[in-house]
């Protein structure tokens, strides 16, 4: 009799673990898995079994009764945990990185608020420094000390002040500007005057006609200038150089691999002193809003730090269409103190200002991103030019509105010409099939830009061109996998001479020559 009890008994379990191998409309009412767990779990059919052989079975087969119904307990629990179990792992495994990612901004979030209070106490520290100094501390709020360091009615844009002082004095007279001067003679007029001048006749520099093109012409395209390559070419020494010819000396700022935002450039407010720690650069910045000469600032080594970060906004304003956009918060809000030319804690950038950045490629710098590369134009100067013989030459007082004419001018004169635009449009198509990238709106608008100007400074056309593609879109191909275009360069090669000449498009050939070279 207990024999047939078991046989029923686990005839009902066993049916419903055999049915989550052949799992069928057959097992249970349910069909499938669901179907064999409730086979498995039939507590009707478990009751109506005990029910049938309740008068037939003795105190020992009650026992033994006993322990089935327990076993089918603990395959229950069992598989409640199994179930609990893996479905951790799946949770952890799809949903693992969001939490880890949530870890990491928590993180981060942390260490932004230890830097907060790092610098509040630096701000504090330096109002303490000041007060030894001299200035009054006075105790304010729950026993706080409160630096008065700036006294009532003082600016706590120190520099900026300053600034305005000297342009309201009544001595102060603009300067007398040349505004006949052509591009080319520009260009002529610098490179003899960096080799032979009466300011720092001890000091001979020596520019390759088509370096000093390449600058002006870039000055017509874009406010970043990136001169690039090898140290001693005089890289640093151009844009100096410069700033002396214009009768306007070069802010030379030396960029330090701390920087990371753009306090490095402005300066910030401290809280503690109510002063606002200006810059040089911004100094230069202020003073450029004042008249019309031709203002040049160095970031000396720009990439030294990553350019992206404490350049960002920069970037980002100096893209904008309007100049009337070309504006930075200083400061939240406005005193009646502030310098005359920041309104409302706000400060609208020069119109007349460049900036030039200054690249080695090593071991100690960071690699400039596409970002910065698609917004500046970039130089190459890896080489000193030839010495030569020029005559005294003086420096030229010029207006940035008189430049930006001869560029204006330029333009219109020299345009890019339709055969050689519908070459580039081809040949971006080109591009697209073979290496999969494109030139962009912003590069082609560079492209009518730059090439008018550099042929009123003295270059070609097609000179100007091979410039704009080499450094502008051929730049792009040290981002892809070389074994995978090893294939393709040489038939690129073949095509520039096609489409605009063997003898022309030297420097992208040259590059492209390059490239082979680490396969």
Request: aromatic content about 14%; hydrophobic content about 40%.
């Amino acid at each position: 009799m207990i024999g047939n009890f078991f046989k029923e008994f686990f005839g009902v379990f066993f049916g419903g673990v055999l049915g989550f191998f052949f799992a069928g409309p057959s097992v249970g009412n349910y069909g499938g898995i669901f179907g064999a767990l409730y086979q498995m779990f039939n507590i009707p059919a478990y009751i109506e079994i005990f029910q049938s052989y309740s008068d037939k079975l003795n105190a020992g087969s009650w026992v033994l009764a006993a322990l089935c119904i327990l076993l089918v307990i603990a395959a229950f629990v069992a598989i409640i945990w199994l179930a609990i179990h893996f479905g951790k792992r799946f949770f952890k495994r799809i949903f693992g990185d969001k939490v880890l990612n949530q870890d990491l901004m928590d993180e981060i979030n942390n260490l932004k608020r230890e830097l907060i209070k790092t610098t509040r106490e630096k701000d504090r520290i330096l109002g303490l420094k000041i007060a030894y100094q001299g200035y009054d501390v006075t105790e304010g709020e729950e026993g706080e000390d409160v630096s008065t360091a700036k006294k009532e009615g003082e600016s706590r844009f120190y520099k900026l002040t300053e600034v305005d002082a000297r342009y309201n004095a009544e001595e102060y007279s603009e300067p007398e500007f040349d505004r006949e001067i052509s591009l080319q003679d520009l260009c002529t007029r610098f490179r003899n005057y960096a080799s032979n001048n009466p300011d720092r006749p001890w000091r001979k520099l020596y520019y390759d006609p088509k370096v000093v093109r390449l600058f002006f012409a870039s000055m017509a395209t874009t406010r970043l200038i990136i001169l690039q390559g090898i140290s001693g070419t005089g890289k640093t020494s151009l844009p100096e150089c410069i700033g002396h010819f214009l009768f306007n000396p070069t802010t030379i700022a030396s960029v330090q691999p701390s920087w990371r935002d753009r306090t490095e450039l402005f300066g910030y407010f401290n809280e503690f002193t109510k002063r606002f720690n200006e810059t040089e650069v911004l100094k230069a910045m202020y003073d450029a809003t004042y008249n019309e000469s031709v203002y040049i600032t160095v970031l000396d080594e720009m990439n030294i730090a990553r350019v992206e970060y404490y350049f960002a906004e920069m970037l980002s304003i100096l893209e904008m269409p309007s100049r009337d956009q070309w504006v930075v918060d200083l400061v939240p809000s406005g005193w009646p103190s502030d310098p005359k030319h920041v309104h409302k804690g706000r400060f609208r950038l020069p119109e007349n200002m460049w900036f030039v950045g200054t690249a080695n490629n090593d071991d100690s710098t960071f690699a400039i991103s596409d970002k910065v590369y698609d917004r500046g134009m970039p130089i190459n100067i890896n080489s000193k030019a030839e010495p030569f013989d020029a005559p005294v030459t003086e420096g030229v007082s010029l207006s940035y509105k008189h430049l930006e004419g001869m560029f204006k001018e330029a333009q219109e004169k020299y345009r890019v010409s339709d055969e050689n635009l519908k070459k580039f449009e081809a040949m971006d198509n080109y591009v697209i099939e073979h290496f999969r990238l494109a030139f962009g709106n912003r590069i082609v608008k560079q492209l009518r830009e730059f090439v008018p100007v550099y042929v009123a400074c003295g270059g070609t056309e097609i000179d100007g061109l091979d410039y704009v593609l080499c450094n502008k879109i051929l730049r792009k191909f040290e981002s892809l996998n070389l074994a995978y275009i090893r294939d393709e360069v040489d038939d690129y090669i073949q095509y520039l001479d096609d489409t605009f000449g063997s003898e022309n498009m030297g420097e992208c050939k040259e590059y492209l020559n390059r490239l082979k070279k680490l396969f």
